[in-house]
């Protein structure tokens, strides 16, 4: 069964970096990923798609701060430069036969 | 730019129905699809459903697709989505997505509408 897992809290201070983390479930290795950030008040916004090999396709105004880095079942983002509007509920997206998404728990990453 | 812009939020009681309304702006509506995606209090991202604006294809999750009915308009680039039988356990905020076209493409969800709150209560 298609799973993502993500840990649910992550804590980083400000101008630091820090890598969000989603588990694709033993065999679908191959599986890409989609990375979501919700913000209250502002909405959800698409970051990036990532790829097995790490390769990654931003959405459009996603700032350079914004990467991503594959290996195995482990799809992560990467944020650098930590601001304080990056705190929010990351979360990670696959597709199980094609149209039907399938998220993972989500992050909150929280900058001190 | 893109815009998808939802109606409203609706308060309903057990039992009722509630359509909401997803009307997008800044590209040919017709060559992407609709993704509706939920979000119940405290609680994480579940897909609901997709539908193609190109031929009004639809896919629904298995656990919701016995109440859930997705609709376009494609005259107002608008797409639709209706919840019957409500329970308690529907109150959520539902977000429409700019999705892919076709019913085998992995393009991701990137564009959200800003979110309706539906509210059941008796």
């Known amino acids: 069964q298609l799973v993502l897992t993500q840990s649910p809290s992550v804590t980083a201070s400000l101008g630091a970096s820090v890598k969000v983390t989603c588990t694709l479930s033993r065999g679908y290795s191959s599986y890409p990923v989609a990375w979501h950030r919700l913000q209250p008040e502002k909405g959800p916004r698409y970051l990036m798609k990532l790829y097995p090999d790490g390769g990654h396709k931003k959405g459009d105004g996603i700032p350079d701060r914004f990467s991503g880095s594959a290996s195995g079942t482990e799809r992560s983002l990467i944020i650098s430069s930590l601001q304080s509007e990056d705190e929010g509920d990351y979360y990670c997206q696959t597709w199980d036969t094609g149209t039907h998404w399938v998220f993972g728990g989500g992050t909150k990453l929280t900058v001190l | 730019q893109v815009h998808l812009v939802q109606s409203g939020t609706e308060v309903r009681k057990p039992g009722a129905s509630v359509k909401v309304s997803c009307q997008s702006s800044?590209?040919?509506?017709?060559?992407?699809?609709v993704g509706w995606v939920r979000q119940a209090p405290g609680q994480g991202l579940e897909w609901m459903g997709w539908?193609?604006?190109?031929?009004?294809?639809?896919e629904y999750a298995q656990r919701l697709q016995d109440r859930v009915t997705l609709t376009t308009d494609t005259s107002t680039s608008t797409a639709f989505l209706e919840v019957r039988t409500l329970t308690v356990d529907d109150t959520a905020i539902y977000y429409c997505?700019?999705?892919?076209?076709?019913?085998?493409?992995?393009?991701?969800?990137?564009?959200w509408g800003q979110g309706t709150l539906v509210i059941v209560s008796s």
């Open positions: 800044g590209y040919t509506f017709i060559k992407y699809g």
């Open positions: 997505t700019r999705g892919p076209p076709f019913r085998t493409a992995t393009s991701p969800p990137d564009y």
């Open positions: 539908i193609s604006g190109h031929n009004g294809d639809t």
